[in-house]
């Protein structure tokens, strides 16, 4: 029998009811392995006749004979032999999938859409993206670099899974879960030549004499806002110099002395000695970074991510305390 004859007889033609089973294969390739339908039979423990009865049907269905029965056992047929490859390729392809299934079920396979807020997250998003590739080192995330209201979107939609943000207002958040990881102290960030680089801290009404670096109003409204609150104990703002599009814009603004910036403390790490950072005086409320997910779309990849940065937060806390 030709490989294309072969084909047809296992093909499930159009309104053909193909009433195979994985077992009829399974025990197919036993037989065809051990050359002895009694060894297959204690392998999968069956009765030997039950067993018998799967291949004759198997046969019954393809319409030709795969074994040839002898007085020492069974020896496969042409079309027995190239169908036991067959099957082979079959079973290989099913046990792969269940495998794969079975990893993504305990949240251990699959691909994750994570957001994240580049310069807020700087110490955060790799602490986490460490530990959770020792926990499941066969997820893959996908990082969204992308505004607050961009991830929030995403979360909705379903585009991200988990976005690691500075903490929305409530009303922003509405249907989504926020939990917080971490703190930073807002400070205010100089060029190193700034002749208030040499205090200890800086006064609120003191940066009215200066100018300010922000970042740009449409991309980051919330963070206009959070000025507002900062300055609110001294009734105004100072003049904006320069509205930048990212962290690297803005650092390189105050590097070259256009004004001043109020920062969060973890900008240290991504600035170096380009900048020097002071606290604030009135101390502002500090930073709050943390994670936002949807809580009705909660996969098992997902919750496994929840978990590592939960873990995090414990470490985090227990470091803070020691």
């Known amino acids: 029998m030709t490989g294309s004859e072969i084909a ?14 994985l077992r009829h294969l399974r025990y197919f390739v036993a037989v065809a392995a051990t050359g002895n339908v009694s060894q297959a039979a204690k392998k999968f423990r069956v009765a030997q006749p039950a067993l018998s009865r799967q291949i004759r049907d198997l046969e019954a269905e393809l319409g030709a004979p795969l074994l040839e ?34 990893a993504i079920a305990k949240g251990e396979s699959g691909e994750l859409h994570l957001g994240y807020a580049p310069s ?31 991830m929030l979107v995403g979360l909705r939609e379903g585009t991200l899974q988990v976005a690691m943000l500075v903490e929305p207002c409530v009303e922003a958040l509405r249907d989504l879960a926020f939990e917080a990881l971490q703190t930073y ?13 040499r205090q200890q801290s800086v006064g609120l009404k003191r940066l009215l004499l200066e100018k300010l670096v922000t970042y740009s109003r449409s991309d980051y409204g919330e963070y206009h806002a959070m000025l507002k609150l900062i300055f609110a104990p001294v009734g105004e703002m100072p003049p904006i110099s320069a509205e930048c599009d990212s962290v690297s814009s803005l650092i390189a603004a105050v590097e070259a002395g256009r004004g001043v910036a109020i920062v969060p403390s973890v900008l240290r790490c991504l600035a170096s000695d380009r900048l020097k950072l002071r606290p604030l005086t009135p101390e502002p409320d500090r930073l709050v970074i943390g994670f936002s ?30």
Not at 72 to 90: I, K
């Open 120 to 150: 807020p997250t700087a110490e955060l998003l790799p602490r986490a993206l460490h530990a959770f590739q020792n926990v499941a080192p066969g997820v893959r995330i996908v990082l969204h670099d992308a505004s607050t209201d961009e």
């Open 185 to 197: 102290p807002m400070n205010v960030a100089l060029a190193p030549t700034h002749p208030l680089a």
């Open 293 to 322: 997910f949807q809580a009705a779309r909660i996969n098992p990849l997902t919750r496994r991510l929840i978990e590592t940065l939960r873990a995090l937060r414990k470490v985090a806390a227990s470091n803070a305390a020691a």
């Open 8 to 21: 047809a007889a296992i093909t499930n033609s159009a309104g053909y009811e193909w009433r195979v089973e």
């Open 69 to 102: 029965r002898t007085a020492r056992g069974v020896r496969l047929t042409d079309l027995g032999r190239h169908f036991a490859t067959e099957a082979q390729a079959v079973l290989a392809r099913a046990d792969a999938a269940l495998q794969s299934a079975r």
